[in-house]
């Protein structure tokens, strides 16, 4: 009789999926099948076509895809239920939660979705996750990185493709800035830092090219790259620090976004900040009504601030 793992959906399932069956092949239970959950249709046929091994193998693997389609589990096959010792292991794979085992999570193995970093983490977490591919990750980098990607099994996958480009070297700003954006996430950069950087031809080519983009995912990372420099520009002295750490800037782990606001307070002022941001809460709220002013008025606010109207 089998044993049951359970994956519930995420977006690191399928990378859960493969772990977990490079471990079991390494411990002696070999993949032999994959099948859609619609081939057996209940419980009881799963079962029976899963009772014991194949022909050539004494232990075998077999994934099961969209197990949801299968009813509430039935307690008479609850007896038949083995621990993970048995010959045979089923994978159940859910595209979405897996409460049809509720009677049995006691008696199954159940990989539940990883949990979320919160943002004050994430730096902490993708030099970590550096350390483990055996690299190193510069700060900056790091903070870029954790900014920009919101998915963390994206930001998985560019750690690997950075720790494998680096080859032992330490990854630098700009191997994220060259290989962790496409063309689209390239022109977001090339807006915030040329934004911060008070540098009008950069942010006019960066427009050009995000047009075609939703608004307001840009116009959420403009006020986010200036929102430190609103923080500063409020709370003065022994407060900055303070203040700083509270909404989620730690000088000491953030200091690419610092450094880019504080370089946008240099240029504009405290005042064209405090104004920006402010425009930035009203263009947001008519972005969600009948009244949205779209990318013409997210422009207007830009070259308000940039030309220091």
């Known amino acids: 009789m089998p044993h049951i793992i359970a ?43 899963s009772s014991t091994p194949g022909l050539f193998v004494q232990r075998e693997v077999i994934v099961v895809e969209n197990a949801e389609i299968l009813d509430t589990f039935p307690e008479k096959l609850t007896p ?24 049995v999570t006691k008696q199954i193995n159940l990989i539940k979705p990883e949990p979320q970093i919160p943002p004050w983490k994430r730096q902490a ?20 990185l954790a900014e920009n990607i919101e998915s963390q099994e994206e930001l998985r996958g560019e750690i690997l493709k950075l720790s494998l480009y680096a080859e032992g070297r330490e990854i ?19 807006l915030l830092d040329g934004l911060c950087a008070d540098r009008p031809d950069d942010v006019a080519k960066a427009l050009r090219h995000l047009r075609d983009e939703p608004l307001l995912p840009v116009l959420t990372a403009l006020a986010n790259r200036l929102r430190p420099a609103l923080i500063i520009s409020c709370f003065q002295g022994n407060y900055t620090e303070n203040a700083l750490k509270a ?6 782990k953030k200091s690419y976004a610092i450094n880019k606001a504080k370089s946008a307070l240099k240029f504009f002022g405290a005042d064209k900040i405090k104004t920006f941001i402010a425009k930035s809460a009203r263009l947001s709220f008519l972005e969600k009504t009948s009244r949205a002013e779209g990318w013409q008025g997210l422009e207007l606010i830009i070259w308000e601030l940039m030309t220091k109207i």
């Open 7 to 49: 994956i519930e959906y995420s977006e690191a399932q399928r990378r859960q999926l493969s772990s977990k069956i490079s471990e079991l092949s390494t411990k002696g239970w070999p993949l032999s099948a994959k099948y859609d959950a619609q081939t057996f249709g209940t419980w009881e046929k799963l079962f029976e076509n």
């Open 80 to 103: 038949l239920l083995e621990d993970e010792n048995a010959d045979t292991i089923i994978i159940l794979v859910f595209s979405t939660d897996s409460k049809n085992l509720k009677a």
């Open 125 to 144: 977490w993708i030099t970590s996750l550096a350390k483990d591919e055996g690299a190193k990750i510069s700060p900056d980098a790091a903070q870029l």
């Open 172 to 190: 630098t700003l700009e191997d994220a800035e060259n290989l962790s954006f496409d063309e689209g996430g390239r022109a977001m950069m090339t």
């Open 247 to 252: 909404a989620g800037f730690d000088p000491s």
